[in-house]
C-alpha cells in the first residue's frame, strides 16, 4: 500500500526548525517559525502558566472524558475573552468548543462549513498563513485567493481587496485575519474593517476570522475590533483562536472554535454538527492546556499577571521591530525600511528573492521562509548587528 506514496517536501515553516537545530555556527538566528522569545532567545513558560498548572496539579480530581466540546468554564472564559460584554453572549447566539489548538479550531470549522455546503468556496488573502490552503483543502473546501498584500508598496491592496469581495456571493466564506496578519504583518485599519463587514452584511458571504494573536497586536481588545464588529453586524459567522502565542502554550495544543447563529434554535443546530465533527476526528479535546487558560482567566490576581506578561511580550517584539530598522540605518543599508516599524505583531516580510533568504541561511545561518516572512521575536539586542550586517551584505 505505501509503495503507491511519493514523499512530500517538509512544511515550508516547520521544516525550518530541524535545519536550525542541526546548524553549529553560534551565530545562528532563527526568524523562521512564529514562536516568541525572550531576550535571551528562550520561549519562557509563563509565570501564571505555572502558578496554574501548580494549582492543577493539587486540586484536579479526576482525568474521567471530558466530551467534545471540551471544559465548559474554558468555553465560556474564552468567549469572553474574545468577545467581551457583546449581545452574540446575551443573545445565546455563540457556541464555543475547546480543540487542539488554533490548527485544530481551523480545521473543525472547515469540516462544519464543508458540512454546510460540501465543496464550498473559501477566499483566503494573497498571501496567507502557508498552511491555510493544504488544511482547508483537506476538509473539501475549494480555496480562492483575494488580494491582501502589495509586495512592492509594503502596504495593503484594500481597493482590490474590495473589488474581489464585492464579488463574493452568499453561499461562499471568506477568511480574514484577526490582528497580526500572518505572514504580512499588515492588518486592516478600523475603517477598513467597517468596510469589509458592510460588504459582508450587503453580500451575505460567511466570515471566517482567524484569531491566532489576540494582544500581539495592539491589546486584547482592540486586537478583538474586527471580530467583535462583524459579530455585531452578521447573523452568522466562524471564528478560531488560539492560546498558543498569547499564553505560551504551544505543544499544550489548545484553541477554541466559535460558531455564532442567526437565533437560538439555528445556533443549537449549528453546534450539534460542530460536535459531530469533533466526535468524528479526534473525538474529544486534550484538557490540560484548557485547564491552565480557564484557571488564569477565572482568577482576578493570574488574569492581571497574565495581562503584563503578555504586554512585555507585545512590547518587546514592537521594539525589536525598531531595533532592526535602526540597525539597518546605521548599516548604511539605503533601502527603506521603515515599514516594518508600522506592521504589526509577529510578522514582517523582509522584502528579499528566495535566493537573497537562501543566501542568507547559506552564510549567516539566519533563517527565515523561503517568502523573507521574518519571525521579529527571534531579534534581541545580542544579534541584530550581526543580523543587520549580513542583510546589508547580501542587499
Ligand atoms: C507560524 O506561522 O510560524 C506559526 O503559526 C507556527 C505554525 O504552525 O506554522
Not at 47 to 68: H, L, Q, S
Not at 163 to 175: M, P, Q, S, T, W
Request: glycine fraction near 8%.
Amino acid at each position: 500500500m505505501f509503495g503507491y506514496l511519493s514523499a512530500l517536501p517538509s512544511d515550508p515553516i516547520l521544516g525550518l526548525l530541524a535545519k536550525y537545530r542541526n546548524d553549529e555556527n553560534p551565530n545562528k538566528i532563527d526568524l523562521g517559525v512564529g514562536v516568541y522569545k525572550d531576550e535571551s532567545g528562550i520561549t519562557p513558560i509563563l509565570d501564571c502558566v505555572k502558578a496554574a498548572e501548580n494549582f492543577r496539579f493539587t486540586n484536579e480530581e479526576t482525568k474521567v472524558y471530558i466530551g467534545p466540546t471540551g471544559s465548559p468554564l474554558f468555553n465560556d472564559e474564552m468567549t469572553k475573552l474574545i468577545f467581551a460584554e457583546h449581545k452574540v453572549i446575551s443573545e445565546h447566539r455563540v457556541r464555543t468548543v475547546s480543540t487542539p489548538g488554533g490548527t485544530g479550531a481551523l480545521r473543525v470549522a472547515a469540516e462544519f462549513l464543508s458540512s454546510c455546503k460540501p465543496g464550498a468556496t473559501i477566499w483566503v488573502s494573497d498571501p496567507t498563513w502557508a498552511n491555510h490552503t493544504g488544511l482547508f483543502t483537506a476538509a473539501g473546501l475549494t480555496v480562492k485567493t483575494y488580494p491582501y498584500y502589495d509586495y512592492e508598496n509594503k502596504s495593503l491592496k484594500f481597493a482590490e481587496m474590495m473589488a474581489a469581495l464585492a464579488n463574493v456571493g452568499k453561499d461562499d466564506i471568506v477568511l480574514l485575519h484577526a490582528c497580526c496578519h500572518n505572514p504580512s504583518g499588515m492588518d486592516l485599519n478600523q475603517q477598513q474593517w467597517q468596510q469589509v463587514v458592510a460588504l459582508a452584511v450587503e453580500n451575505k458571504f460567511t466570515p471566517f476570522i482567524d484569531m491566532a494573536y489576540q494582544g500581539f497586536g495592539d491589546g486584547l481588545d482592540e486586537d478583538a475590533y474586527g471580530v467583535r464588529l462583524m459579530a455585531e453586524n452578521v447573523e452568522e459567522m466562524v471564528l478560531a483562536s488560539s492560546c498558543s502565542k498569547n499564553f505560551g502554550l504551544y505543544r499544550e495544543r489548545i484553541g477554541a472554535c466559535s460558531i455564532i447563529g442567526k437565533d437560538v434554535a439555528s445556533a443549537d443546530i449549528a453546534n450539534s454538527v460542530l460536535l459531530s465533527v469533533v466526535r468524528g476526528i479526534y473525538s474529544m479535546p486534550p484538557a490540560h492546556g484548557a485547564a491552565i487558560v480557564e484557571t488564569i482567566l477565572s482568577s482576578d490576581e493570574l488574569r492581571q499577571q497574565w495581562f503584563a506578561e503578555l504586554t512585555v511580550m507585545r512590547n518587546r517584539i514592537n521594539g525589536n521591530r525598531k531595533l532592526l530598522v535602526d540597525n539597518l540605518i546605521s548599516q548604511g543599508v539605503s533601502r527603506d525600511f521603515g515599514f516594518i516599524n508600522t506592521q504589526k505583531g509577529m510578522f514582517s516580510f523582509l522584502g528579499i528573492s528566495p535566493e537573497q533568504v537562501q543566501q542568507l541561511q547559506d552564510d549567516y545561518s539566519i533563517y527565515m521562509v523561503d517568502s523573507s516572512r521574518m519571525s521579529i521575536a527571534g531579534i534581541s539586542d545580542d544579534n541584530v548587528e550581526y543580523l543587520a550586517q549580513s542583510i546589508a551584505k547580501i542587499l
